[in-house]
């Protein structure tokens, strides 16, 4: 690593740890968490925020279709589609960090892809001016969504009939999941909660048995990611692919 990039982490670290987060919203809270570490937050987050890729490649895009990133912050989802973009009818990148939506619009303006937008707006109310969607992706935003289950209710509300969701998020387990699910012990259920409290993030029990019940549940798996510089420990975190009923 370069001594640029190492300061540049740092600068995310200061944010992540140290740097209190203020604001009389949610909003607020997200531009004042973000506002400072914009231009460093996706290379950090590259080897923070594990999963993605495998998660975007595996749930596909339809041609013609209508995709939804909501939480999706500086729009550098996309890039792990970047050959199946040019495909969509459309693509919308929806966030309330306007500093985070300012590298989202530059970064699509370079790619060229006019039929993608960066929408500042509420992850549990907007939808899509089309009328509906066919997929719906959350990409570690859930967990800093305070009413996660309305921002999944908006997301089974903008499907369409047999149209799909997927999620990757930092989470714990129940203390009793349901048979054939990770049973975390009880460090990693109580200390990650509080250690990324204080950004905001808080990983939830009930992801998994949310989504599960409000969609057809065709793929999941649970896994532990590395924290940069932080050595032996391991994020706990899921991927998960539902579709709604064609109903």
């Known amino acids: 690593m370069t001594t640029m990039s ?15 987060v203020r604001g009389k919203n949610h909003a607020e809270r ?11 937050y996706d290379d ?29 912050g500086t729009g550098s989802n996309l890039e792990y589609l970047s050959h199946s973009i040019p495909k969509l009818k459309k693509a919308y990148v929806v966030d309330l960090a306007s500093s985070l939506l300012k590298v989202a ?11 993608v937008e960066a929408i500042e707006a509420d992850a549990t109310r907007w939808l899509p001016p089309e009328g509906g969607a066919d997929i719906v992706t959350f990409s570690y935003s ?24 997927g999620v990757v998020d930092f989470y714990v387990s129940r203390k009793h999941p349901a048979e054939g699910m990770t049973k975390h012990n009880w460090f990693t259920r109580s200390f990650w909660p509080v250690w990324f409290a204080g950004d905001n993030v808080f990983p939830s029990s009930e992801h998994l048995p949310y989504l599960s019940s409000h969609f057809e549940n065709i793929w999941c798996q649970e896994k532990r990611a590395k924290v940069p510089y932080i050595p032996f420990i391991r994020a706990p975190y899921y991927q998960f692919i539902g579709r709604k009923s064609q109903q």
Do not use: C, S
């Not at 190492?6 to 209190?20: E, G, T």
């Not at 997200?30 to 460093?40: H, I, L, R, S, T």
């Not at 619009?105 to 039929?115: D, I, L, P, Q, S």
């Open 30 to 40: 997200m531009e004042n968490f973000y506002q400072g570490q914009a231009d460093a």
């Open 6 to 20: 190492i300061i540049k982490d740092f600068q995310v670290i200061y944010h992540l740890l140290l740097k209190p």
């Open 142 to 165: 859930l967990t800093m969504i305070p009413d996660w289950f309305a921002a999944i209710e908006n997301a089974q509300r903008m499907l369409k009939p047999g149209g799909k969701i």
């Open 44 to 72: 950090f987050r590259k080897r923070l925020l594990q999963g993605r890729e495998e998660l975007f490649q595996t749930i596909a895009l339809p041609e013609g279709g209508v995709w939804v990133d909501l939480g999706g």
């Open 105 to 115: 619009r530059e970064r699509f303006a370079k790619k060229g892809w006019t039929h």
